[in-house]
């Protein structure tokens, strides 16, 4: 009874129309669509981490790139945990990022968009773990970035590769 619901619930969702994103693999459209944007470099450490990100994501380094992927990024580090004496017990982390995909050829911004993630912060006693603590969640606030622009950015080269 369950394998013959099982099996009826998989011809039901290969006729909804859902295709996988990364059809093909390497060789797939989203994956070379990926491989061809070439990712601008982004200043600070945070720009750093992002960029590096991306490039990891996207299958490396341009070597023919079609598309530009500029980033801007606002990174603050905001105090919000106040004790009696004003020493601060937490803090949180916000990383933004406003992006757009220009095509190389015609300098036509084809996709701007916005990507974002936050992260709380203990404040401690000592010093170099609350410094260490407010790096590891920049990088981690790295990661969540980069993931949410190639999601974004998957999405768009698979639409124009279908002529949607």
Request: proline letters at 2%; charged letters at 20%.
């Amino acid at each position: 009874m369950i394998r013959a619901l099982a099996l009826a619930m998989m011809l039901a969702l290969g006729a909804c129309g859902l295709k996988p994103m990364y059809a093909g693999g390497s060789s797939g459209q989203v994956a070379s669509g990926l491989s061809a944007v070439q990712v601008a470099p982004i200043p600070e450490r945070a720009g750093w981490l992002v960029r590096n990100a991306l490039v990891d994501r996207m299958g490396g380094e341009a070597t023919n790139p079609v598309f530009r992927l500029e980033v801007e990024l606002d990174d603050n580090l905001i105090a919000f945990g106040i004790r009696g004496d004003s020493t601060t017990t937490r803090e949180r982390r916000t990383l933004r990022a406003r992006y757009r995909l220009v095509e190389i050829g015609t300098g036509e911004v084809v996709l701007d968009a916005t990507a974002g993630s936050d992260a709380g912060i203990d404040v401690v006693s000592s010093e170099y773990a609350t410094v260490a603590a407010e790096q590891t969640a920049q990088e981690r606030l790295a990661t969540v970035i980069a993931d949410q622009m190639v999601s974004r950015i998957s999405l768009y080269v698979r639409n124009r590769a279908s002529g949607q």
